[in-house]
């Protein structure tokens, strides 16, 4: 009889899976892949939102006025938003259905695809009004994809593992949030060192045409982790929802709408700052973009580190605590921020960037991912969590930029904005103030065992 183990085409991981034994992975491992796929694709996601403040206003919509052009270019980086939701309810539809890690991938090479296309692009000059229109399509394919990649990134590294390591090992793919931002406003960075009239002629393709190379490594690492055990679980016991957004809506009405809103205080300040702060410091406090972005970039960077740092915190007083401590935080820096903002000092600026980001997003965003999770079941996880984060992200990042923008512009302070990051904060806090009780599986004390031996 043939001894399958020992055959040399077929690796340890791939012959236990086709003998249907449990198949398990160092949760460290599948959480590192899922951090280095989010980056990439968030990479792609804000090299927009740069690209939107920095080129799209003149390259695309030439015939506004630089205030309306702006604007117009912050709602096309909104348009994303609207398809996030779509491609959230989609992927989670078949990653609850097919499994989490086949979604991946698809969502990844879609994403890469769009950023593509968008670097390919000819501009306003070239083909008139069809430029920016197949603009916002471009966008929409981005939208799509990063709606699908965040719950199934999200769930590969907390469904592999322990029950008490949840937030930590969830708050890696978190981290590739800002891990994508310091890679575009770095690539933005690099090619704004260009002459100006090579910048908006060709320089500003550059990071979207090099989402490709980063694909591919993103691809491959993905190809190389195996899929959910809680996943597996469901298929085993043939429990797979045949329509799981129907259920969810069905049994799940209330963790989704604590998840949705859950989402304002992480997410409407930091699209502030890192979209429309990069048009406001130039333009209205006087400071050079070149300062805005590096400081940005260290925060970002320091980010990484704060946000596994905080989601260990999490672990041990809880995900819920964590996240209406980040609220209240939030909420009490937004005046300061922009205080700091508007002096136009480069130390205020970076102390600024580094209260709201590096420390404001890590305590009201790293611990997200493990909240999120545990309040669906694992049969309608992916679908619950994609829908909750998705919807979340539509109704709070995408208008976050253009917002600001109008509320500086009706108001001529930056106190109105610092109020509305405020409400955004009030929002989440009584969001979280309702949750529900977090759902358990009776195979955790088991996986928490295994994963820990594992790892």
Request: hydrophobic share 55%; charged share 10%.
């Amino acid at each position: 009889m043939l001894d399958l183990p020992r055959l040399p085409m077929l690796s340890e991981v791939q012959v236990v899976a086709q003998q249907g034994q449990p198949v398990h992975m160092p949760p460290s491992r599948v959480a590192f892949a899922s951090f280095i796929g989010t980056a990439i694709e968030w990479y792609d996601f804000f090299l927009f939102g740069a690209a939107a403040t920095l080129v799209f206003n003149t390259q695309f919509f030439p015939t506004l006025t630089p205030a309306a052009g702006t604007l117009a270019a912050f709602a096309t980086f909104g348009v994303a938003f609207v398809a996030r939701p779509i491609g959230g309810m989609v992927f989670g539809h078949f990653g609850d259905r097919l499994g989490r890690k086949t979604m991946l991938v698809l969502s990844l090479i879609l994403m890469g695809a769009g950023t593509v296309a968008i670097g390919l692009l000819p501009t306003y000059q070239q083909i008139g009004v069809a430029a920016p229109l197949l603009l916002a399509l471009a966008r929409l394919v981005q939208g799509f994809a990063v709606g699908g990649e965040w719950g199934g990134a999200v769930l590969m590294a907390v469904e592999h593992a322990p029950k008490r390591k949840r937030a930590f090992y969830g708050s890696w793919p978190q981290a590739g949030v800002p891990a994508g931002l310091v890679l575009s406003s770095s690539a933005f960075l690099a090619v704004q060192q260009l002459p100006e009239d090579q910048l908006l002629s060709w320089g500003w393709r550059i990071p979207f045409l090099a989402s490709i190379v980063l694909v591919a490594v993103g691809v491959y690492v993905r190809l190389q982790i195996v899929e959910s055990p809680d996943f597996r679980e469901v298929r085993e016991s043939r429990t797979v929802s045949t329509f799981p957004l129907g259920e969810l809506f069905r049994v799940a009405r209330r963790p989704l709408l604590v998840g949705i809103f859950t989402q304002a205080g992480p997410n409407i300040p930091f699209y502030i700052v890192s979209v429309f702060v990069l048009s406001y410091g130039p333009r209205v406090v006087g400071v050079s973009r070149n300062v805005i972005l590096a400081c940005l970039i260290v925060a970002c960077l320091l980010d990484l580190a704060t946000v596994p740092l905080v989601a260990t915190v999490a672990d041990r007083i809880g995900r819920r605590k964590m996240l209406l401590i980040g609220a209240v935080y939030m909420a009490a820096i937004a005046f300061p921020f922009f205080w700091l903002l508007d002096s136009g000092n480069t130390a205020a600026i970076l102390l600024a960037m580094v209260l709201i980001v590096t420390i404001g997003h890590a305590v009201t965003y790293s611990a997200v991912a493990g909240f999120l999770s545990e309040m669906f079941d694992a049969r309608l996880r992916y679908t619950g969590v994609s829908t909750a984060y998705q919807v979340g992200g539509m109704i709070t990042s995408g208008p976050a930029p253009f917002a600001a923008a109008a509320l500086f512009a009706a108001f001529a302070g930056s106190w109105a904005i610092a109020l509305y990051i405020v409400v955004a904060c009030l929002v989440t806090f009584l969001a979280l103030l309702a949750a529900p009780a977090p759902v358990y599986r009776a195979s955790d004390d088991a996986k928490a065992t295994t994963a820990s031996a594992a790892g």
